[in-house]
């Protein structure tokens, strides 16, 4: 099929390899030059793992030009849909997306489907969306249909998740876009749901809505454990072996971070609240995460008066496996840091980048150097951190790297 992806992030980038990778002809439409040049010259812009590989092996063109849209079946719109500081998102992106399409689509001949993957409000696709693109003379349901088909990638292991989805999600405004829809997914091994155009954007929301949920449940479990003596891990396993519990993301630490989970959440907050209900559960997991980076220097002045202590930080991403740094509870660790006047020294495999970009006045280091501060905290659980002498050391662990225990203080954020 001939598809066309908005916007060359990480949703569409992937959208668009995955895609071509299956046989499609894919197009990727992106205003970023310099992305559009790196897609071209077959590099990846963001580090996402085997996504090199892939777009060496597919046939995929990317572009700045909307017209290259023209000859397209399905037109996926993957754009960014960015949040300010009190969590309302900004659609501005989406609804340029839109009326780029419908100037398209006032010329385009034959019956096309536009499928919104950008994680949305309820209601955007239907209020906003639609409306745009018939602003192009063109009927929905007759001339061009719509879906709303969240994705649910992982960062780290995107293109697992894309060609292994959980399940399918395909909200539509009719049948006849559901079915065009349905030809790409059809041979995925998993099951499809097919469902209305805002039930399909609150599915996205509410899962990640979810997900945070389950880590704050379990950092408030471990924060109770840890002053009761009990090994919060030893209990999520417990918990785990009840299948409607499930043992996956029960584990504690210093909390969620990334660009979906605390975005995803505050977006399902703030459209609640403008319906006049105040989602009491939601603004709590909210309101623990942000509390449950800064236990992690609570418990290391226990041990070290921060002022002129040189403090080593073992990761800054979000989680291993990625260079992403936003939300990262790295972020507030480091500025409580500096507020008392610690000298940082940081370490990460391959987020250094990015955090300097927030933080160009700390020092970054080798991990052997981190190891030579006054104390050590652990902020990511990068695998090789598994594998460093601690012995003698003074360590806060954020987030369960078990070689650490052999340090000469070990202390863990709730365990
Ligand atoms: C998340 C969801 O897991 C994906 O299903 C979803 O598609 C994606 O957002 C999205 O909306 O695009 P991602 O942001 O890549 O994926 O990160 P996660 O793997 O979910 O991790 C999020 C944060 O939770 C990390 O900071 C991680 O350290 C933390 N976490 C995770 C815990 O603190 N404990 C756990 O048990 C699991």
């Not at 197009?27 to 310099?34: A, F, G, P, R």
């Not at 500081?85 to 001949?109: C, P």
């Not at 309820?122 to 602003?135: D, S």
């Not at 660009?259 to 623990?288: F, H, N, Q, T, W």
Request: proline share 3%; with cysteine; hydrophobic share 40%.
């Amino acid at each position: 099929m001939r598809i066309s992806v908005i916007g060359s992030g990480y949703v569409g980038l992937i959208t668009g390899v995955c895609l071509a990778k299956l046989g499609n002809k894919v197009t990727l439409v992106d205003i970023d030059k310099e992305k559009v040049e790196a897609v071209n010259n077959r590099i990846s812009p963001i580090c996402e793992e085997g996504l090199r590989e892939i777009l060496r092996e597919v046939s995929i063109e990317a572009s700045t030009e909307y017209q290259r849209i023209m000859g397209s079946e399905l037109i996926f719109i993957c754009v960014g849909t960015p949040s300010n500081e009190d969590g309302a998102i900004s659609l501005e992106y989406v609804a340029k997306a839109a009326e780029q399409i419908a100037e398209t689509l006032k010329r385009k001949e034959g019956y096309c489907v536009i499928c919104v993957k950008s994680t949305v409000t309820p209601g955007t696709t239907e209020e906003l969306v639609i409306p745009v693109l018939e602003k192009s003379g063109r009927r929905v349901g007759i001339d061009f249909g719509v879906c709303m088909s969240p994705e649910f990638l992982r960062e780290g292991k995107a293109i697992r998740d894309f060609m292994n989805p959980a399940r399918v999600i395909i909200g539509e405004y009719d049948k006849s876009s559901g079915d065009k829809l349905l030809d790409v997914y059809r041979d995925f091994p998993a099951p499809f749901l097919r469902t209305n155009l805002r039930t399909a954007e609150i599915i996205k929301l509410a899962s990640n809505a979810f997900l945070a949920t389950k880590i704050s449940f379990m950092n408030e479990i471990g924060n109770i454990c840890k002053q009761l003596g009990i090994d919060t891990y030893e209990v999520a396993k417990g918990m785990g072996f009840d299948d409607r519990i499930g043992s996956k993301f029960l584990n504690a630490g210093i909390g969620f971070g990334g660009s979906c989970l605390p975005k995803d959440l505050k977006m399902l907050i703030g459209r609640a609240r403008e319906i006049g209900y105040e989602p009491a559960v939601l603004e709590e997991v909210l309101k623990l995460n942000e509390a449950q980076a800064l236990k992690l220097v609570e418990a290391l002045k226990k041990h070290v008066p921060l002022k002129n202590s040189v403090i080593g930080l073992l990761g800054l991403a979000f989680k291993p496996g990625t260079d992403d740094v936003r939300s990262s509870s790295a972020i507030k660790i480091v500025e409580a840091l500096l507020q008392e006047g610690a000298l940082v020294k940081a370490y990460d495999p391959l987020a250094v980048k990015n955090f300097s970009k927030l933080f160009p006045r700390i020092e970054y280091v080798t991990k052997e150097e981190v190891l030579n501060s006054d104390a050590i905290l652990i902020v990511t659980e990068w695998e090789e951190f598994n594998n460093l002498d601690y012995r003698g050391k003074i360590v806060i662990d954020g987030r369960r790297v078990l070689k650490a225990k052999e340090a000469r203080i070990y202390e863990g954020v709730c365990w």
